[in-house]
């Protein structure tokens, strides 16, 4: 059963741009997560997706958003990049949303460095 | 508010030591979960452990065992043995049961496994 999937896996932006990340989650998984890890702040939570509805936000600015796709995938973007948004963005997905009662599985990873 | 705090940065053992990564965390919920990952070099993120706070059993999955106790607001993760390939950034999180689902991370513990 192929794992969680991002890409790209790295890219270098500069400040002011816009970036699309995209997940794919394991097969059968509706429920995708994404989160921002860097040294300063660890790892936060982004937002959560189910069935094409985003269910949590974490606490960031309008700036970060996302979607989920009928077939589960799902792409976050970031627009009017800052450097400070330089970081490792994960990818988790799982059967139900909430991870209570299901396992998140995380992908490799997107390394994005803004310059 | 929640929080999840590891006070350990980095720990360096010897192989076929035992090592006790520390994890004590803060919530005003009644319900919630207890998480462990472990994150190698690779980045992935890789689940090891959910802990219900409604079960405050002690778990063992070969040479890794979780101690979870409710009144000091810990939930520890020892590795008995330890071998190179435990050479990791593991991180404890804390997710509510229920309202936001917004899970809290802890800053992680380096832990360094020597020959």
């Known amino acids: 059963k192929a794992g969680v999937t991002q890409t790209p896996r790295y890219l270098i932006k500069t400040r002011g741009q816009q970036v699309t990340l995209s997940c794919s989650p394991i097969?059968?998984?509706?429920?995708v997560s994404w989160y921002q890890q860097t040294p300063g702040q660890g790892l936060q939570f982004l937002f959560e997706y189910f069935s094409e509805t985003q269910r949590n936000k974490g606490n960031f600015p309008g700036r970060f958003s996302g979607r989920q796709f009928s077939n589960s995938r799902s792409e976050m973007n970031v627009s009017t990049l800052e450097l400070g948004d330089s970081a490792l963005y994960l990818c988790a997905s799982s059967l139900v949303p909430g991870t209570g009662e299901g396992e998140q599985f995380f992908g490799p990873g997107t390394r994005l460095t803004v310059l | 508010a929640q929080k999840v705090t590891q006070a350990q940065t980095e720990i360096s053992v010897v192989e076929k030591e035992d090592v006790t990564l520390d994890c004590v965390y803060e919530t005003r919920d009644t319900t919630y979960y207890l998480f462990w990952y472990k994150q190698p070099p690779s980045g992935e993120l890789v689940f090891l452990i959910r802990r219900n706070s409604f079960d405050e059993q002690n778990e063992i999955s070969g040479r890794y065992s979780w101690n979870f106790q409710k009144s000091t607001s810990s939930f520890n993760f020892t590795i008995t043995a330890s071998q190179v390939v435990d050479s990791a950034v593991y991180f404890c999180?804390?997710?509510?049961?229920?309202?936001?689902?917004?899970?809290?991370f802890g800053r992680g513990t380096s832990l360094i496994v020597h020959p």
């Open positions: 097969s059968g998984h509706r429920s």
């Open positions: 999180a804390l997710r509510p049961a229920g309202g936001s689902y917004i899970p809290t």
